[in-house]
């Protein structure tokens, strides 16, 4: 008989279990929760918060958020024998059972965590057989879910009322911190919420929630829960409650990471909470103090070096400023860069062998096949250093070094480190490109320059934390990247902000400085060993400020941040790397001294890269005694000459000194009697440019100026428009005329039978 019964339990038992497969396998039970997006920091701190898709504040508890001390409180709050049943407690569903039945009504439930869960997931009408369901559903959920996880699916799913669900949400909105943080006392004031969510609403309802929470923690005393000195400071505590509003630091990074973590219900970012707290409110003050000068706008983007994570990221004065644009992400906004892509253009000429730090560049007018690019101060340096050039922001200079790498090669340098405007842009630039004709983000500069705080390398930037570091590429040498960053450190520079030595004190730092045209944008962008700031300052609608500037409006924000993140820099400067040595150089040139050479100076050079080009800045000359005839080898006279140095200045320099009225020592003319044919050094035409066109009312004719730049030993020149001649003249004397209509042949020929020619088309309006 006994054998029987068991028989028959078991396969009553088996039966059950099978049943529950074949239900589980045709009714499966896949819970899909719609969480609301929270953004943290660095350290797990959630710094912004979005809705879930349908309007709720349920924000996700990972499983290291449960402490033991909320897990014990809500288990013996809640289900006692959690950890002992299968999801269904059949001695709570009993005595529920024969309470119910004998009392005529339903005074008691026997509702597990695991059934509070799937009645959470899927909310029916309470009747009994919707009970039967929750519990098949209930050991589903325990068929392929760990305790813990079900535990947590519980907290993630807690109604607080309104809104608000999971101990998260309520944690965070009704005190302000993470669940881990709850005190015992605040813990159990939230695990009573949700049985009376009207009568003890926390912020409105303080007072009856206060006692509740005292009875509940009174229950723990003499249940002997937790210790009794615990229990007695959580009594003591006092109930401090409100609504909050929910944390909204980095919105333009927050939004930006939804859009593209999308679903995904925690986004770890790389961000320093008190850094980006901080830099927030430094660039709202700033841009505040400045309004009256109709400026409206900031971006800022703080990358750590190390590990090319993004530490602050503020994309506009003010997020909810719509009146400015404050919800445009300046940080990734196209604008033009003014001069800030000259560093990786020297850095380039530096690997490529064609300049150092003490090469000399002429500072002067040029015309570039119709470019006349001019400097910020409209004014001329004449000769000048590279390291001058670059670190007063010549724009001259750095177009002539674009020209002799050429256009393309840079946009290649850029399109490697990811600037995408240039890349679409990359048929129409030319050489304006390096004074801020085309387009860049802040995030792509910002980038840039931190390859140049990492030795050259260029490597990704981070937003997320991610295991691992991102393997980078060189886009400049090591040893570019360190001329660059000592040209870049000095502060004996005009891009220094006004009364800087009485306002700043700044760790040390390289920084480039640049303003677009028109003034409408200024870009400060500095780096030491720890970080690479970024900062732009303008207005969003594009709109000009005379008193915009680089210097005096972007970089006081610049050192203002980095005096509040690394005043006491302990990493130290850079080191020299090995392939960087040092010579004697010629000051006029730059260049190895040569005999003409009577003092030399020190200048850094790349071993085996930089060019070993021996100084001609002065040349030899054969002259008569009285130095007023020049003889070339080919008419140099048996005896009665002398050998004289000159000056071997470029045309471009000599038309400058001519110009400015700057003396200089010249070569006399050539020996009239001399029959000879010289073949370089042919006049450059300056204007017309080779292959334009010139259109000419009819009724008002306008008269075309003819200009050259020619040798220091040219006297005159002469003009010929279709192979007749039109007029001689001063080498650097403008000659002006009516040229006809269609295509014209403009030559220039000099005193020495040499040549230049240029065509260009001639149409009448």
């Not at 015992?184 to 309802?205: H, M, Y």
Request: glycine share 6%; net charge positive.
């Amino acid at each position: 008989m006994k054998k029987a019964t068991v028989r028959k339990a078991f396969w009553a038992i088996l039966s059950v279990l099978l049943l529950l497969f074949i239900l589980d396998f045709a009714f499966p039970f896949k819970p899909q929760i719609s969480y609301a997006t929270q953004v943290t920091d660095r350290n797990g701190k959630v710094i912004h918060a979005f809705l879930s898709d349908d309007e709720k504040w349920r924000l996700y508890t990972a499983l290291p958020e449960i402490t033991p001390l909320l897990s014990k409180t809500l288990i013996y709050k809640e289900d006692q024998y959690f950890y002992y049943h299968f999801g269904v407690n059949p001695f709570a569903v009993g005595r529920a059972a024969f309470r119910n039945i004998f009392s005529g009504k339903r005074t008691s439930g026997a509702s597990t965590i695991s059934m509070q869960v799937v009645r959470l997931m899927q909310p029916r009408k309470r009747t009994y057989f919707n009970k039967i369901i929750e519990m098949v559903r209930a050991m589903q959920l325990e068929m392929h879910y760990s305790k813990e996880e079900i535990l947590q699916l519980y907290v993630n799913l807690i109604p607080y009322g309104g809104n608000i669900e999971g101990i998260k949400s309520a944690a965070l909105l009704y005190f302000g911190k993470s669940p881990q943080l709850l005190s015992l006392a605040e813990i159990t004031a939230l695990t009573i919420v949700p049985n009376r969510p009207s009568s003890l609403r926390p912020g409105t309802k303080n007072e009856a929630l206060q006692v509740a929470r005292n009875s509940w923690l009174s229950r723990f005393e003499k249940e002997g829960l937790f210790e009794k000195n615990l229990i007695e400071d959580a009594l003591n505590e006092p109930l401090q409650v409100k609504r909050l509003q929910a944390p909204r630091h980095a919105p333009h990074l927050s939004l930006r990471l939804k859009k593209q973590f999308s679903g995904q219900p925690i986004i770890a970012t790389t961000l320093n909470f008190e850094a980006q707290k901080q830099i927030e409110e430094q660039v709202y003050n700033f841009i505040n103090r400045r309004k009256l000068m109709n400026i409206h706008n900031a971006a800022v983007l703080v990358v750590n070096n190390e590990t090319m994570e993004v530490e602050a990221y503020v994309g506009s004065a003010d997020f909810n400023n719509p009146f400015d644009g404050g919800q445009v992400d300046g940080i990734r906004a196209v604008r033009s860069p003014g001069s800030t892509l000259k560093p990786l253009l020297y850095a380039t000429a530096f690997d490529k062998g064609i300049i150092t730090p003490k090469s000399v560049l002429n500072d002067v007018p040029g015309n570039f096949s119709g470019y006349e690019p001019e400097n910020f101060d409209q004014r001329f340096n004449g000769p000048v250093t590279t390291e001058f050039a670059l670190a007063n922001s010549l724009n001259i200079p750095a177009v002539r070094i674009l020209k002799e790498i050429s256009t393309p090669a840079l946009i290649g340098k850029l399109r490697k480190a990811g600037f995408k405007t240039v890349d679409k842009q990359a048929k129409e630039l030319g050489l304006s490109l390096i004074l801020g004709g085309c387009g860049v983000t802040l995030e792509e500069l910002t980038r840039l320059f931190a390859a140049f705080a990492n030795k050259g390398e260029l490597r990704p930037l981070r937003f997320v934390k991610q295991s691992g570091q991102a393997k980078g590429e060189h886009i400049v040498s090591a040893e570019a990247a360190f001329l660059v960053t000592g040209i870049l450190t000095k502060i004996t520079r005009p891009d220094l902000p006004t009364n800087f030595d009485n306002t700043y004190h700044l760790p040390k730092i390289a920084w480039k400085t640049g303003t677009s045209y028109g003034k409408r944008d200024a870009w400060s962008i500095g780096y030491n060993k720890r970080y690479t700031i970024g900062v732009w300052v303008g207005n969003f609608s594009g709109e000009g400020v005379p008193e915009l500037s680089g210097a005096n409006t972007a970089t006081p924000l610049l050192f203002s941040i980095f005096n509040a993140l690394d005043y006491n820099s302990p990493r130290g400067w850079y080191q020299s790397p090995a392939d960087i040595s040092t010579r004697l150089v010629c000051p006029a040139t730059g260049d190895i001294p040569s005999e003409f050479c009577t003092n030399s100076v020190p200048g850094e050079y790349i071993v085996g890269v930089s060019n070993f080009r021996k100084c001609q800045h002065l040349r030899w000359v054969f002259t008569d005694p009285g130095g007023k005839i020049s003889y070339c080898t080919y008419c140099l006279p048996p005896a009665g000459f002398e050998r004289k140095a000159y000056p071997n200045l470029a045309p471009e320099l000599i038309a400058f000194n001519e110009a400015q009225k700057i003396p200089y020592e010249k070569i006399p003319s050539h020996n009239p009697d001399c029959e000879r044919v010289f073949h370089d050094g042919a006049p450059l035409i300056v204007s017309p440019n080779e292959g334009s066109e010139y259109y000419i009312r009819k009724d008002e004719p306008q008269q075309l100026q003819l200009a050259c730049q020619a040798a220091n030993d040219v006297e005159e020149v002469f003009w010929y428009i279709n192979d007749k001649i039109t007029r001689k003249a001063k080498p650097h004397e403008p000659v002006f005329i009516s040229p006809p209509p269609g295509r014209v042949k403009i030559s220039c020929s000099d005193d020495k039978g040499r040549n230049s020619d240029v065509w260009i088309v001639v149409r009448r309006m």
